[in-house]
């Protein structure tokens, strides 16, 4: 069975500043696809971003891209010029040839000023 | 404006009491889903329809139950056997069921037993 396993329940940075989310993953298949969800205070589920397996090149939104290592099974997620708003909890999750979409145990980010 | 609209935003369930939680769409998507969602845990999936009139089991669907009668809706029952339902509910839906669609949620629907 597929997991996502995300390291640090906590992570803080200041204004500005670039920070990375850890996640790793295991799984025996070959074609699948890796997101990053927000979750602000209001806790609805936000796309942040989305990574196809059987593409190399990163994928990168405004401020936020990923580092997707297919081999070593890590997909984090980096950050940059943080800001308030940017305060969440955030959450890997992984879709296979099941379907269903399998989620990290979340990350909580703090946004110093 | 196309979205996911869940309500009630909170329910309060009494012992023994059934209670359904709404969840519609208007994005025109087939694929409709069923999370639950407890602190410190990320989301596990309760139910999830491919299509109309069709629905499949997720991982922790043992005191729940669903229906799909119509593209737009997926209503969630918490039944009686669900011995521990306070939790964070949240419904999605995608496109189509296959792996490369986004799922996008709705707002969630918290529940707490009286």
């Known amino acids: 069975a597929q997991t996502v396993t995300q390291s640090q329940p906590e992570m803080s940075v200041q204004e500005a500043e670039t920070v990375t989310l850890s996640c790793t993953y295991d799984t025996s298949e070959s074609d699948y696809y890796l997101f990053w969800y927000k979750q602000p205070p209001s806790r609805q589920m936000i796309l942040v971003i989305r990574q196809e397996a059987y593409k190399q090149q990163n994928a990168t939104e405004n401020r936020f891209s990923v580092n997707f290592q297919k081999a070593a099974k890590s997909f984090s997620l980096k950050i940059s010029d943080s800001q308030l708003g940017d305060a969440a909890m955030y959450f890997c999750a992984y879709r296979g040839a099941t379907n269903k979409l399998i989620f990290g145990t979340g990350t909580l980010l703090a946004v110093q000023p | ?114």
């Open chain 2, 1 to 114: 404006d196309g979205g996911i609209t869940q309500s009630p935003k909170y329910l309060f369930r009494k012992e023994g009491q059934n209670v359904t939680l709404s969840c519609e769409q208007n994005l025109n998507h087939d694929a409709m889903y069923w999370y639950r969602q407890d602190p410190g845990q990320g989301l596990r999936l309760i139910y999830y329809s491919q299509i109309v009139n069709d629905f499949q089991k997720g991982d922790i669907a043992e005191g729940y139950s669903v229906s799909r009668e119509k593209k737009e809706s997926f209503p969630l029952t918490v039944t009686s056997a669900q011995k521990n339902p306070t939790a964070f509910y949240l419904c999605a839906s995608s496109i189509t069921p296959t792996g490369k669609e986004t799922q996008y949620f709705g707002p969630g629907t918290r529940l707490l037993v009286l």
